[in-house]
């Protein structure tokens, strides 16, 4: 079995394809391709690219990698100017040049996105930049699924290895939001996405349980979620297991860090909007409304330090991975 069969490329551009057609051109005041979930894919594909530029050919799957990273940091970029004018432009209790600022910047990220998809060829469709993209992932991935495993593994342990490492030394500042907190966060998501995108070959285990975990971590909102959910294995591939408990520790991580960073990212929004727009009496008032708990950046970066310390130090989550990948 071909790895693109098992890596299904060919799906997440259909499904693009399906989207784009779906979606049609932009609009002035909105962008379809966003709002059916266009993000998705790009992550999907974002993973294999960055999988096979480390396992066949970096120099080939990088440009590969650059081109749709780049789609998938204009519709993030997006994403993050949206939910914040979707909380502030219609409250009524805030100022109007509060207001204006966000709704001024939503604007400008949606006609910047409109225009990027428009000139790199996914609206309004998708079918040549998708077939195009088919054919470059597919040139250099003519290697068995199996034969592909041990290099597979190889990048996955040393990815797992790189980013534990660099936690020890200090490498990850919870006193800044986007590069620390939020850079640490997709570091550890993408782990989570290389075992949606690959097919079956990752699978979580309950056998010869894995002891002493953190009961936190097993909490039924984490252990129901659909990210605990990994593709079915086809017939004859080999495949990796991971303890469900230390998969399930990786996701409530994941999404604990998901909290903190939005709480700073907003409150940083709404700092950088106050300095802007209105005077500190003002801003004071909009302060009492919109973070009546009083919550600080020096709090958010207190809970982090302590969640990051017993995840990596204490209960040692990324080594019990390694474990697994070890066997």
Known sequence: ???????????????LKQLSIKAGPA?????PF?????????FKLEAIARIFRETINEPYYDKIYNSIKLTEDALGQYDYQKVLADEFVNDGRLPDGFRTYFKNAETKGLNQLNLHLEENGWIPDANVKCDTLLLAYSDKATIDSNDFLPSYLKYLSGYIQKLEKNFREGKTDPEKIEEGVHELRRKLRWISIYTQVSGGIIQLTTKNKSNGINKKYLDPSILNSPFMKVPHAPKG????????????????????????KDQGLRLEAINRACLETVKPDAANKIQSILNPEEISLDRISEKVRKITTGFFNEDKILSRILDDLKQ
Do not use: P
Request: aromatic residues 14%; contains cysteine.
């Open 27 to 31: 609009k002035k005041d909105s962008c």
């Open 237 to 260: 591939l080999k495949t990796i297991s991971i303890h469900i408990e230390n998969f399930a520790a990786l996701s409530w991580i994941i999404n604990e860090l998901g909290v903190y």
């Open 1 to 15: 079995m071909n790895i693109l069969e098992v890596f299904t490329v060919a799906d997440h551009l259909n499904s």
């Open 34 to 42: 966003y709002q059916l979930g266009a993000r998705n894919f790009f």
